[in-house]
């Protein structure tokens, strides 16, 4: 739908798989070592995406549906620290399997009306929003029987995707006029997004990118426009967390309802684009505190302006604060930098114990491997960026805290998972299973 709805996607998309298959084509260790990940059969399905939502009971609903799918809100991601009036959460599988089947991610916000300076327009929002409803009647239906039930029919599971699909669809009509969405615009060009259309279109589509500075350099070439910075830590020989950059938002004809039932007023809009994302390995509570020093010193060094100016220098100031990360996998693992799998890759070597106290020498023997595990998340800084280049600058802006996860997740009815727990279980049960296995003769 999103590809038809808009064709540069699609572009990008034969951009990115071109890209891909060079890379693994230049780089046969590369491509084993996802294959033996289970990694290379979720290349091609791997996408994120991203709505925004209007009111509490909006994000409620959204968060059913979307566990009718089997995804879960993982993470609270405070925007209001780069000035923009949202918070956000990230609806996604949470288990290895599901997750390698399919790691779909949806990038959810949610409009914060109680920062706006201007009360009666905020009043004024929130009583057009509540004249909406952004998930089908049956839909609604469908995921309550989900809900009792404990999942779908495959029939209903049918049906069910028909109607979800509605959810997220483009309406180029408005449901204001052209003085409302005016006045909601010069307020924040993200509530007018919200609050002036039917429901959450989708806003932009992201697929992996095993290059993410080559398919950059590339874009012009097929006649997309990227912005001026890739999002995230700078190129690197072992990736780490996320690495991402968009093409501008393009330039939409609206329509406007009359005063009064007359005839519509025409108009544009902008708010949906394309991105690509490259990742790297998830890390440790650790890691993110050296990844946000590095990213705050780049930051300090050198900024990006509105128009794009300074990019240059900034990705010199990136790479030059990140010389102080370690650039290498086993380094990461060794210092508690990242997280990993393990699994059993040969026989359980004379005199040494199968007890986590021996991994380094059962690694060293081969008798364990430790894979890095795929960060699945997302990192507010970047998406700051890739809002903000989206609302019609490069600018970078700094912060000024002033998050509220427990509104969030009342709104959510359910609390966010945490990421950093998700990956450290995963490590913990891979490493015991694996011992108990080279405990047992496998390998
Ligand atoms: C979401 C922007 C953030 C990301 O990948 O970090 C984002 C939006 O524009 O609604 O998608
Ligand atoms: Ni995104």
């Avoid at 799918?69 to 925007?79: E, F, I, K, S, T």
């Avoid at 100031?317 to 040969?346: N, S, T």
Wanted: charged share 25%.
């Amino acid at each position: 739908m999103y590809r038809q709805e808009v064709p540069q996607y699609g572009t990008l998309i034969e951009l990115v798989r071109d890209v891909n298959e060079e890379v693994m084509a230049a780089d046969p260790a590369l491509k084993a070592r996802l294959e033996a990940a289970d990694e290379l059969s979720r290349l091609d399905v791997e996408r994120h995406g991203a709505i925004r939502l209007g009111t509490a009971e909006e994000l409620f609903n959204i968060r059913r549906m979307f566990a009718t799918m089997g995804m879960a809100p993982v993470g609270y991601y405070d925007l209001s620290v780069a000035g923009l009036p949202v918070h956000s959460t990230a609806f996604r599988p949470t288990t290895t399997e599901a997750l390698s089947r399919n790691p779909f991610r949806v990038f959810t916000s949610l409009i914060r009306l109680e920062l706006l300076e201007d009360r009666a327009l905020a009043a004024e929002a929130e009583e057009i929003l509540s004249r909406r409803a952004i998930v089908t009647p049956r839909c609604l239906e469908l995921i309550a029987e989900g809900e009792a039930q404990g999942g779908l029919t495959r029939a209903q599971a049918e049906e069910f995707v028909a109607e979800a699909l509605e959810t997220f669809r483009w309406h180029s009509d408005a449901t204001v006029t052209a003085g409302t969405y005016a006045r909601l615009a010069a307020e924040h060009r993200l509530i007018a997004d919200v609050v002036c259309f039917r429901g959450p279109h989708i806003n932009h589509l992201t697929p992996r990118t095993l290059d993410i500075d080559a398919v950059q350099a590339r874009m012009p070439e097929r006649g997309i426009a990227p912005k001026a910075v890739i999002e995230g830590p700078p190129r690197r020989a072992v990736d780490i967390l996320l690495r991402q950059t968009s093409f501008k938002a393009l330039e939409e004809p609206i329509l406007f309802p009359g005063e009064g039932g007359s005839n519509g007023e025409e108009g544009t809009h902008t708010a949906r684009f394309g991105e690509i994302e490259q990742r790297g390995v998830a890390l440790t509570p650790l890691g993110r505190d050296l990844y946000d020093r590095c990213l705050a010193e780049a930051r300090s060094r050198a900024a990006v302006g509105a128009t794009g100016e300074g990019a240059e220098d900034y990705m010199d100031a990136l790479a030059a604060a990140f010389i102080e990360f370690p650039d290498d996998a086993d380094r990461l693992r060794r210092e508690g930098l990242a997280f990993f799998r393990y699994r059993v890759a040969g026989p359980l070597p004379e005199g040494v114990e199968p007890v986590a106290e021996a991994v380094e020498d059962l690694l060293a023997a081969g008798a364990l491997v430790a894979d890095p595990q795929t960060y699945e998340d997302f990192l507010p800084v970047s998406a700051a960026g890739i809002f903000q280049s989206n609302l019609g600058t490069d600018a970078q802006s700094n912060f000024d805290e002033t998050a509220n996860q427990d509104v969030f997740e009342a709104a959510l009815g359910c609390a966010v998972t945490s990421e950093t727990a998700l990956y450290r279980d995963v490590e913990e049960t891979s490493l015991t299973e694996a011992l108990a296995a080279l405990a047992g003769g496998a390998g």
